[in-house]
């Protein structure tokens, strides 16, 4: 578990400013998330392939390098990255 100790010059509460400042980042990183997953369900119904199928097929090489199938798996991995951040910042609870 990570600790973060945060000190202002000012006397105001800092809590409020960073959970607002947080909740934001989480509804950005939704937002990406929903965009992103958009343009996955494109490629699917391109391909007539789920994300993940493809996936798993393009690691055992059944698929040649192309432009469109790298960016397949940039969207993917996007998702992923972009999941991981609201996870993260949405598991941030305030010790006092």
């Known amino acids: ?3 973060l100790t945060l000190i ?3 006397d105001r509460s ?3 400013l960073v959970h607002a400042a947080l909740s ?3 509804r950005l ?5 929903r965009r992103t997953q958009r343009r996955l369900d494109e490629y ?3 391909h007539k392939l789920s994300t993940n199928e493809f996936i798993r097929r393009f690691e055992l090489n059944e698929f040649d390098e192309t432009l469109d199938l790298l960016e397949w798996i940039g969207e993917h991995r996007m998702l ?3 999941q991981e951040e609201r996870t993260i910042l949405q598991g941030i ?3 006092n």
């Open 14 to 16: 800092l809590q409020p």
């Open 44 to 46: 699917e119904t391109k």
């Open 80 to 82: 992923e990255s972009l």
């Open 93 to 95: 609870k305030f010790a």
């Open 29 to 33: 990183l939704e937002s990406g998330i």
């Open 8 to 10: 202002s010059s000012y």
């Open 1 to 3: 578990m990570a600790e």
């Open 24 to 26: 934001n980042e989480v």
